[in-house]
């Protein structure tokens, strides 16, 4: 790819982090963040909505996205797209298949309930003084916890969640529990799964990781 890459977002989004393990992979060079070309574009401003209708991120520019370059929003859809070469998906068109329902199963379910339900409230908590409220944490740990569950199944079966095979699976959900584990003790939940814990250790053995996925105090 010969146009500069941007990731339109905060480098501490999940998401966003997804995008730059896909680009760290590839070797692609890229920048990141909501300044593009030295101009501020608002999260959720005017322009913003014009790249994405519904105002999410992280979106993927290159060229010069104020003047008609390239404009791709949606995580999984700017993940397939940077993998030109496919080294991040399988080639089996079965394999494929099962590899993209896992990405949807992981963007969409999953990151429902760690993310935005379970680990929100200590990014962005919503308490007296904006203090974290444990007691509605404590009222989602069982949801939060069956859902850790669902992944260690998932990696005692054949998928593609593989650290040693890195996919764009992997991509989506590193992020994810590497911000679990970085939570306070009591809350991090990943000690009860031994492959969940496991997984991230191997993930964390990636160089690609050890870049992006930089411990954020919550």
Not at 44 to 69: D, M, R, S, T, Y
Not at 80 to 107: E, G, M, N, V, W
Not at 185 to 196: E, R
């Amino acid at each position: 790819m010969t146009a500069a890459i941007h990731i339109y977002g905060p480098s501490f989004s999940n998401f966003v982090r997804t995008v730059m393990l896909v680009c760290e992979e590839n070797q692609l060079a890229y920048t990141v963040g909501i300044e593009v070309d030295g101009k501020k574009i608002t999260f959720k401003g005017e322009q913003h909505h014009i790249w994405h209708p519904f105002g999410k991120i992280p979106v993927l520019l290159a060229g010069n996205p104020l003047q008609g370059g390239l404009v791709l929003p949606e995580t999984t859809s700017i993940c397939r797209y940077l993998d030109k070469d496919k080294t991040l998906q399988p080639d089996d068109s079965f394999a494929f298949a099962r590899h993209d329902a896992l990405c949807a199963l992981i963007s969409i379910d999953i990151d429902r309930v760690l993310i935005r339900e379970y680990l929100l409230e200590f990014a962005f908590p919503k308490g007296e003084n904006n203090s974290v409220r444990f007691d509605l944490v404590k009222e989602l740990q069982p949801k939060a916890a069956a859902t850790l569950a669902i992944i260690e199944k998932m990696l005692g079966e054949e998928t593609a969640l593989a650290a040693a095979e890195f996919t764009i699976a992997d991509a989506l959900l590193a992020p994810m529990l590497h911000y679990i584990s970085c939570l306070p003790t009591g809350f991090n939940l990943i000690a009860d799964y031994p492959k969940i814990e496991q997984y991230l250790a191997d993930l964390m053995t990636r160089p690609s990781c050890q870049k992006v996925l930089i411990a954020k105090k919550l």
